[in-house]
């Protein structure tokens, strides 16, 4: 079974400074997805950048990059220019890319909860 | 921009009793999952639909819960009787279909407190 680890539990950045969320995760499959959704208080969560395994460049999504290293089995976000908007749970989540309905669930590792200072 | 909606956001009952949450994905999801996330720890599957049939619910305490989506539209998902260790937060999810689309929308969840 994959799993996903987030070493943080808790970050915190100065609005407008760079931040680096770290996330690794086990699996023996070649194909899968990675993503990184955020869940700000109380209200729901959503997607924030996603990789897809096959891909040998970092996904970018305006603000938020990330770090992809296959071979370690780690994935880690950057969210530049950090703005108040930004704080909230971040979730790193794993998704197999084999084959069947039932391997498509999420994998979730336990969230890191990041503050950003005024 | 459509939303998944979920009822009720709060929810609270005593042990012993019955709770039902409902669903409703975004129009066209044709999947649609079922998440508990227990305070401090990442949401973990609990049911995953197809249209009307389910395709994974090896994670769903079975004595205890079950789920519908009976037009294949929206579900709800029944815990009956409520225990102390079911109260999460229970996240409903959708995409348009497992084999196309990666990415699963969220609901603003029902939190679910069991005393």
């Known amino acids: 079974a994959q799993t996903v680890t987030q070493s943080q539990p808790e970050m915190s950045v100065q609005e407008a400074e760079t931040v680096t969320l770290s996330c690794t995760y086990d699996?023996?499959?070649?194909?899968?997805?990675l993503f990184w959704y955020k869940q700000p208080p109380s209200r729901q969560m959503i997607l924030v950048i996603r990789?897809?395994?096959?891909?040998?460049q970092n996904a970018t999504e305006n603000r938020f990059s990330v770090n992809f290293q296959k071979a370690a089995k780690s994935f880690s976000l950057k969210i530049s220019d950090s703005q108040l908007g930004d704080a909230a749970m971040y979730f790193c989540?794993?998704?197999?890319?084999?084959?069947?309905?039932?391997?498509?669930?999420?994998?979730f590792g336990k969230g890191t909860k990041l503050s950003v200072i005024p | 921009e459509a939303e998944v909606a979920q009822s009720p956001r709060y929810k609270i009952t005593e042990k012993s009793q019955a709770v039902a949450f409902w669903c409703d994905p975004i129009?066209?999801?044709?999947?649609l999952y079922w998440y508990r996330q227990i305070l401090g720890q990442g949401p973990e599957l609990l049911v995953q639909?197809?249209?009307?049939?389910?395709?994974?619910d090896s994670q769903l305490p079975k004595d205890r819960f079950s789920a519908e989506r009976l037009k294949g539209v929206d579900s709800t998902l029944k815990i009956q009787p409520a225990e102390l260790g079911d109260s999460a937060m229970y996240l409903c999810?959708?995409?348009?279909?497992?084999?196309?689309?990666?990415?699963?929308?969220f609901g603003p969840g029902t939190r679910l407190l069991v005393l």
């Open positions: 999810a959708s995409s348009f279909h497992w084999a196309i689309q990666e990415t699963q929308y």
């Open positions: 699996t023996s499959e070649s194909d899968y997805y």
């Open positions: 990789q897809e395994a096959y891909k040998q």
């Open positions: 989540a794993y998704r197999s890319g084999g084959s069947g309905a039932g391997s498509y669930q999420l994998t």
């Open positions: 129009s066209g999801h044709a999947t």
């Open positions: 639909f197809q249209d009307e049939s389910v395709v994974d």
